[in-house]
């Protein structure tokens, strides 16, 4: 059987909404040719509700890790356990448009220099009477992938990318393994690799439906130091790997990372003060002892 199109679809601890986007799955107007579900040794139902929708796709894989591996070492398993040319990247929880494959696969064949194709989303948290928690961006259907990192993802504290894309095989080929120092935006540092070496495709529909349900990471109305210090690191380790070779603009975008983080640092750090959260200010004081260059009140601060 010749796979084009795999899906990994990783899964911790969430038997009932992994059971509901496997739904979503199996109504696709175009089914994937491999589903790999790779379990991070889930304590719940998440085997059997697995094994329940085994007979809905033509070739279906189960893994379940011996013990867990965290984010970024559950989709190194689960992707290098895929063997499409395309691979889809999905999580439990999130509902999908019936189009999404369709028109992810669509975006690649059209488009050969990608190395990646994302969507547009539903069900943001926030929600304003303009969108109605749906978010699509300005972007073309192709974007040439430095100049998608310098407009995207260079000195941004968030990703308008989220951890579900479907990308080349050929790219991950290239890139893995997801770099698990930077936990659970490990993805986001695959993107910004990704986009050193191809372009970047975009299909400006809102074609899957966001979960909400508390989870290590996925928890948007908790604020969480850890996920704010490891895109600090994300971004200068990809302002390392893009500029490195010119020594002037390498500086440059060195100078302004530092102001970027410092003016998001002391924001965060007023957030903690605001909500009278003493603990999490003492814990942000403590991670900008690690940033570059203290400059203004915030040097006064770290003494």
């Not at 796709?57 to 356990?81: A, D, E, K, Q, T």
């Not at 300005?138 to 579900?164: C, K, M, N, Q």
């Not at 290590?216 to 600090?232: G, H, K, V």
């Not at 302002?239 to 603009?249: G, H, L, T, V």
Request: overall charge positive; charged content about 20%; hydrophobic content about 45%.
């Amino acid at each position: 059987m010749t796979v084009k199109l795999s899906v990994c679809l990783t899964t911790f601890k969430r038997a009932v909404l992994l059971d509901r986007s496997l739904a979503t799955l199996a109504a696709q107007t175009r089914l994937p040719d491999e589903l790999v579900i790779s379990d991070d040794c889930s304590p719940d139902d998440t085997p059997a509700v697995a094994e329940k929708w085994r007979p809905a796709f033509p070739r279906f894989v189960y893994n379940r890790n011996s013990r867990n591996l965290s984010m970024p070492g559950n989709l190194n398993i689960g992707i290098g356990l895929t063997t499409g040319t395309y691979v889809a990247n999905l999580h439990d929880g999130d509902l999908y448009a019936p189009a999404l494959l369709e028109k992810w696969e669509a975006a690649l064949d059209a488009h050969p220099s990608a190395g990646f194709v994302f969507c547009g989303i539903a069900g943001w948290h926030v929600e304003k009477e303009s969108d109605h928690g749906v978010i699509l961006h300005d972007v073309a259907p192709l974007t040439p992938g430095g100049t998608f990192f310098e407009r995207y993802f260079l000195h941004r504290y968030s990703s308008i990318v989220w951890g579900t894309v479907m990308a080349r095989r050929a790219a991950y080929d290239a890139l893995l393994p997801f770099d698990p120092q930077f936990g659970y935006v490990s993805d986001v540092d695959m993107w910004m690799r990704m986009c050193a070496r191809f372009d970047v495709a975009y299909v400006r529909e809102p074609l899957m439906t966001l979960d909400h349900t508390p989870s290590p990471w996925r928890a948007p109305m908790a604020f969480n130091w850890s996920l704010l210090d490891y895109a600090r690191q994300t971004q200068l380790a990809n302002i390392r790997r893009f500029f490195a070779n010119d020594a002037a603009r390498f500086k440059r975008e060195l100078r302004r990372h530092a102001r970027v983080t410092q003016a998001v640092w002391a924001r965060r750090l007023l957030g903690r003060i605001r909500h009278r959260d003493w603990k999490g200010f003492l814990r942000g004081v403590d991670l900008a002892r690690n940033l570059p260059a203290p400059m203004g009140w915030m040097g006064h601060i770290l003494g």
